[in-house]
């Protein structure tokens, strides 16, 4: 009973009420903007009240209205932010875009989307990613959001299954993108030369898109001459 408790009040202090007003919700979007701003500029360290309010140039009862709890707060801002990224994602299922690419140039052209996805929103999600360690329910939330974006390109690899020459083309491409996701994440939070010599993004992703092709397309001979 004492742990039911306890998650129902961890639940209350997390919910954000929803402002009604046009004035209130245009205030809150400009909190939840700065609020970005200030995680890309200075991690959660830099994430108070004061520089919040001082940054969306509203006052603190702005703040309060919506929340008494610092962590809601920050959770709100850390789902604004990844909902920029989720935006980019949808490139991923766009059918236009990749219709009638040959095997070999959409993998090439989904990783290099996936790599340029972490670069575009470095500043957001390297504080967000090194945070997850010690934040528990932003590593809830991260791992469904992952979740999330691993579907949506692995489906879109599975769209040349038949050009997959591993026995079990859903679990070379989960694999696939496990490792390249993995690589994103290491260069975005630690930097291009934690794991291996430092190289340019181009070159990063070159190599990413090689690694991929011949481990979906091992008996493609083009597969293994391109780069």
């Known amino acids: 009973m004492i742990r039911m408790a306890t998650t129902e009040r961890r639940t209350e202090s997390l919910e954000i009420r929803e402002p009604r007003q046009e004035r209130t919700r245009r205030a809150w979007a400009r909190v939840l903007d700065a609020g970005v701003s ?7 360290e830099a994430f108070t009240i004061a520089a ?4 969306a140039q509203v006052a603190p009862r702005a703040l309060y209205d919506r929340t008494t ?20 994602q949808s490139v991923f299922a766009d059918t236009d875009r990749w219709q009638a690419l040959p095997a070999d140039t959409l993998i090439t052209a989904a ?21 997850s360690g ?19 390109f692995t489906a879109l690899l599975l769209t040349v299954r038949d050009e997959i ?28 030369d934690f794991a291996t010599e430092e190289v340019d993004h181009s070159t990063f992703t070159d190599h ?10 091992a008996a493609s001979p083009a597969a293994g001459h391109r780069v």
């Not at 200030?38 to 959660?44: F, K, P």
């Not at 010690?134 to 949506?152: K, N, T, Y």
């Open 165 to 192: 020459t591993h026995p079990d083309p859903d679990t070379a491409v989960r694999q696939c993108f496990a490792t390249v996701f993995s690589a994103c994440v290491v260069r975005t939070a630690h930097g291009p």
């Open 111 to 131: 990783v290099t989307e996936l790599t340029a996805l972490f670069r575009r929103h470095a500043a957001f999600l390297k504080p967000v990613l090194l945070l």
């Open 38 to 44: 200030l995680v890309e500029e200075g991690g959660y």
């Open 208 to 217: 990413l898109a090689l690694m991929a092709r011949r481990s979906l397309l």
């Open 52 to 55: 919040l309010c001082e940054k």
């Open 134 to 152: 010690a934040h528990p329910e932003v590593l809830r939330r991260g791992r469904s959001h992952v979740h999330a974006l691993a579907d949506v």
């Open 69 to 88: 709890s610092k962590d809601a707060l920050f959770l709100a801002v850390y789902e604004h932010g990844i909902s920029r990224v989720a935006a980019d």
